[in-house]
């Protein structure tokens, strides 16, 4: 069978299996998980994915809904009419538009894994300790529901109750250890200055899980709103801040790296537990519960419910228009909101259109009347009158958005039945461009990148007219929407056009990339500019208190200043790692970074328009004519060039040719003005060295962060800091990087470089075991993998923010370190970098092509990665037990489960909060061997508690024992 057919026959299985329907991302998430592999379209001759199925009209059927939703089917020939019917009710009305097909599936999202998917709807009710009963004893189904079942109703939440009772006894062990004398005791701060950690800590409530302030800020903080030092003691003793704040300290050992938590109103208390709270996955923030929309003024007596914000993380939206950013009109796509909004419109069109005798005309409308309208394509929308005239109304189409002047004879009375669904149509709000929502050139981008698509939103606030960030998914690199409308306002007259063949003096290379691409600035009116409003800013802010502008509500894209070489430069967030640390690029200068929050600062909003007029000085050159090409370079040849370059500002080059593809420029180098002689260019120099005689199998073809100044000593992460140094190093903090696999050969130990790090089993202490309730006891857990019921990883609940805390502090540390050459062992644990994240690992096999299989030891995850890829583990990352822990579901016998049963039981568990009732626990000599046998209920509705092996209980009989 060839390729194609393959792809097709397994299109088909998929497609067949889905009688409603797919959407363009199940199908593809559907099809990787049944052959391992994405669907090779472009292995096929299509640059996208919707133009091969659009090439197989014998195996795919597609449909597009009057929502915009683009949806496929199976190819079947007796449902040819019935296509034709539905595609013929399509609306082409120029008002709602085509929206164009998009694949709304984020592939890199912001948060990636420390922001969990879900959460309890308000908290995982604390578990009763009676055990299960009777239902204990039975080795199969487990059992009906009933007083065998242990009660797990209770309104207390558990994290604040562990939460509250940790923090106070870590708080009794660091205030005994550091103990201050008696007049730093009765020594407070300055009332200022514990206005300006609560304000933060406020402004912070709004981000992501956990929501707190790192204690090494402070000195930033108190420098930023005095203009002097905090006192040393300060750090030693946060015992001072406890009016204000609570105190936690996730690493006991260095308490230092304490976090503080804004204090709950309510509560006095409240503390890390009550931050512990993700900003996306909140079921409805204080704006949403303050702000009700109205519903709309009708002489009736009823009423619309008002529209619900979808509670997913990124729900899709179709943009229907914008006069302005601050109130895009837009729908929101899916079951509850467009698909319901179709079936109304269908039952609408049967009931005015059949049942005529049922319908009235409304021959007298009064202004805020809610009708029906019947359209010119023959459809029956809900509308709204806005204006009467002599014969014609104004009506506004409440669930499209827009508005037409109709005449009285088209429109009817609206039964009470169809008030049921919330009008569709919406305002939103563009974050980042609320200064410039009325500015034509922002508009005109706006109007071309997102009017009649389906994209994706990230909601940053919730309310009445909720705050959003927009992604077009629908290429082979996610678009921000927002930024893009940013770049609208750049002057291109300050642009430096560079022609191929002319030569560039006083060239300043800003930074070297891993890859062999670098970044530098050439002199330019552009340049000039920039500097100038830089040092503007550097005065303005020397006299106004710099904490004030701390960033309060960070988001992808967004533009902001943070210091780098001493000065305030501008900076683009790239990702968010949760709520203290995200990634960002320095557009000036081409350095990638990882900071927390606390770093950056807003622009002032005098220096914002002139700034954001300044396209991005930082140019992207490779050197032309090398025979190694970019992304195949060896750690000595990136070295080398770094060496030769970076801080030289008497540097020429020679433009060879433009890729405006890449947004690249290929140069010949000189470090020097003698431009003239190819002989003394760097380029030259390469060719002629042994840097590239030895090339690597595997290499990551994207950037890395940088090294930041202020380096902590070995096994100490930095506190903070500008950056310094202008080279990036191995991997990409601004995306997804790319892993060029060769096929792999049998395993075999990697090759050590001389000078290699060892990790000796015998010196290198593992963290302590993961603490466990007795037998029959209950415990909160999230489920982050799910295979079969013989086989999941849990992680405890209550010590997920720690876990975020840890991951936020290895991003920091190792995205700011050298590399160092590792003598990777099989079995020995590491830090290794996956995507964007550093996760603790144990090294599962060794490839000799370079690659290295490891298991993550807080996700139960199996990853492939690149041996550059990983570090020594250091000890202060030790601290936190392993948090995943391999389980098997109790009250069902061990055997081979089916593919279906492993879909209903990871659909039921997997990324989930449960509670995990401890029947047996197997222990091992290393904590990743360690097994539970647990019982796993879900509590998340109101009614009742949903126990997971009695819904696995119909497929014991059709399967044989193993």
């Not at 709950?264 to 537990?273: E, F, K, L, P, Q």
């Not at 029906?372 to 009506?395: F, S």
Request: positive net charge; contains cysteine; glycine residues 6%.
């Amino acid at each position: 069978m060839s390729d194609v057919e393959l792809v097709k026959k397994m299109l088909r299985v998929i497609l067949q299996a889905n009688k409603g329907g797919m959407s363009l991302s199940r199908l593809q998430s559907e099809y990787k998980e049944l052959t391992g592999e994405q669907i090779p379209h472009k292995q096929m001759g299509h640059s996208h994915l919707d133009a091969l199925l659009a090439s197989m009209p014998s195996v795919v059927r597609v449909e597009r809904s009057r929502s915009g939703e683009i949806v496929y089917f199976a190819s079947v020939d007796k449902e040819t009419a019935h296509v034709a019917k539905v595609m013929a009710r399509q609306r082409t009305s120029k008002k709602t538009g085509r929206p164009h097909m998009v694949n709304t599936q984020m592939r890199v999202k912001p948060t990636a894994l420390l922001v969990f998917n879900a959460k309890p709807q308000t908290s995982l009710r604390q578990p009763s300790h009676r055990g299960r009963g009777g239902a204990r004893g039975g080795g199969g189904g487990g059992g009906g529901r009933g007083s065998g079942h242990a009660d797990f109703r209770q309104s207390k939440d558990v994290r604040d109750g562990q939460t509250e009772g940790r923090t106070a006894a870590q708080q009794s062990k660091v205030a005994n250890h550091n103990t201050p004398n008696r007049s730093e005791k009765r020594m407070t701060l300055p009332s200022r200055f514990q206005k300006e950690v609560q304000a933060h800590l406020s402004r912070n409530s709004q981000l992501t899980t956990p929501a707190g302030l790192g204690a090494h800020a402070l000195p930033k903080l108190f420098q930023g709103t005095y203009k002097t030092k905090l006192p040393g003691h300060v750090l030693d003793n946060l015992q001072l801040l406890s009016d204000i704040c609570t105190i936690d300290y996730p690493m006991p050992d260095n308490p230092k790296r304490a976090i503080m938590y804004r204090r709950s109103s309510s509560s006095g208390g409240g503390g890390a537990g009550e931050e512990n709270r993700s900003r996306r996955g909140s079921s409805a923030s204080e704006e949403e519960q303050k702000v009700k929309p109205e519903p709309a003024k009708r002489p009736c007596d009823h009423s619309v419910p008002p529209l619900q914000i979808p509670k997913e993380e990124f729900p899709s939206v179709l943009v229907v228009d914008a006069t302005n950013t601050n109130e895009v009109v837009l729908r929101y796509v899916g079951e509850s909101y467009s698909q319901a909004q179709e079936r109304m419109e269908d039952e609408m069109r049967e009931f005015y259109g059949t049942d005529k005798h049922k319908s009235t005309p409304c021959s007298s409308p009064l202004s805020g009347q809610l009708v029906a309208v019947k359209t010119e394509e023959e459809e029956v929308l809900r509308a709204q009158v806005c204006e009467l005239m002599t014969e014609k109304v104004k009506v506004h189409f409440v669930d499209h958005g827009f508005s037409e002047v109709v005449s009285k004879a088209k429109l009817f009375e609206l039964p009470e039945k169809f008030y049921k669904l919330p009008f569709q149509a919406t305002k939103s709000k563009l974050a980042g461009l609320e200064l410039f929502h009325r500015e034509p050139a922002v508009l005109k981008s706006f109007e071309a990148m997102a009017s009649g698509r389906i994209l994706l939103a990230e909601i940053l606030q919730r309310g009445q007219t909720p705050l959003m960030v927009l992604y077009d998914t629908s290429q082979d690199d996610d678009v921000n929407i927002n930024a893009a409308c940013m770049k609208a306002l750049q002057d291109k007259s300050l642009i430096s056009p560079l022609q191929v063949n002319s030569a560039y003096m006083n060239v300043s290379i800003t930074s070297v990339c891993s890859d062999g691409t670098f970044y530098c600035q050439l002199p330019s009116r552009g340049l000039a500019k920039l500097n100038q409003i830089l040092d503007n800013i550097e005065t303005y802010f020397h006299s106004q208190v710099t904490s004030e502008f701390l960033v309060s509500r960070p988001f992808c894209g967004k533009g902001c200043v943070a210091r780098y070489k001493g000065k305030w430069s501008r900076v683009e967030i790239t990702n968010l790692h949760g709520s203290r640390v995200l990634d960002i690029v320095f557009l000036d200068v081409g350095v990638q970074a990882s900071v927390e929050v606390f770093e950056l600062r807003e622009i002032p909003q005098k220096f914002l328009r002139d700034l954001m007029a300044i396209p991005p000085q930082a140019v992207k050159c490779c050197l032309a004519d090398l025979l190694v090409s970019v992304g195949s370079w060896t750690p000595d040849s990136v070295q080398w060039l770094r060496e030769k370059v970076l801080n030289t500002t008497d540097c020429s080059m020679k433009v060879a040719k433009v890729d405006k593809s890449k947004q690249c420029v290929y140069v010949h180098l000189f470090t020097d003005k003698n431009f003239h002689d190819p002989a003394c260019s760097i380029n030259h120099q390469m060719a002629r060295s042994d840097l590239f005689k030895q090339q690597p199998d595997v290499y990551l073809t994207s950037h890395s962060p940088i090294k930041i100044s202020t380096l902590a000593a070995p096994g100490k992460t930095s506190s903070g800091g500008d950056i310094t140094n202008g080279s990036p190093k191995s991997a990409s903090v601004a995306g997804k990087p790319h892993l060029r696999r060769v096929p792999s050969g049998p395993k075999a130990s990697a090759s050590s470089p001389p000078g290699a790090q060892s990790v000796a089993s015998s010196s290198f202490q593992l963290p302590p075991l993961l603490t466990l309730p007795p037998a029959g006891n209950n415990m909160d857990v999230y489920i982050s993998v799910a295979c079969h019921p013989g086989h999941f990883v849990l992680q405890p609940w209550r010590d997920m923010y720690k876990l975020v805390v840890l991951m936020g502090e290895m991003i920091l540390f190792y995205n700011q370190t050298d590399e160092r050459p590792l003598n990777v062992q099989k079995n020995h644990v590491y830090a290794a970098k996956v995507e964007n994240n550093w996760y603790r690992v144990l090294v599962k096999g060794i490839l000799s092509n370079g690659l290295v299989s490891v298991y993550e030891l807080d996700y139960g995850k199996h990853e492939l990665v690149s041996c550059t890829q990983l570090r020594v583990l250091n000890k202060e990352f030790r601290q936190l037990p392993f948090q995943g822990i391999t389980a098997q579901l109790a009250g069902v016998k061990t055997r081979q489960w089916s593919e279906e049963a492993s879909i209903v039981f990871r659909n039921h568990v997997e990324k989930k909060p449960l509670v995990a009732q401890l029947e047996a626990a197997q222990e091992a000599a290393n904590p990743w061997d360690r097994k539970l046998t647990v019982f796993l209920v879900d509590t998340s509705q109101q009614d009742c508690d949903i126990w997971v092996h009695d819904i696995m209980a119909e497929f014991v009989d059709e399967l044989p024992d193993q």
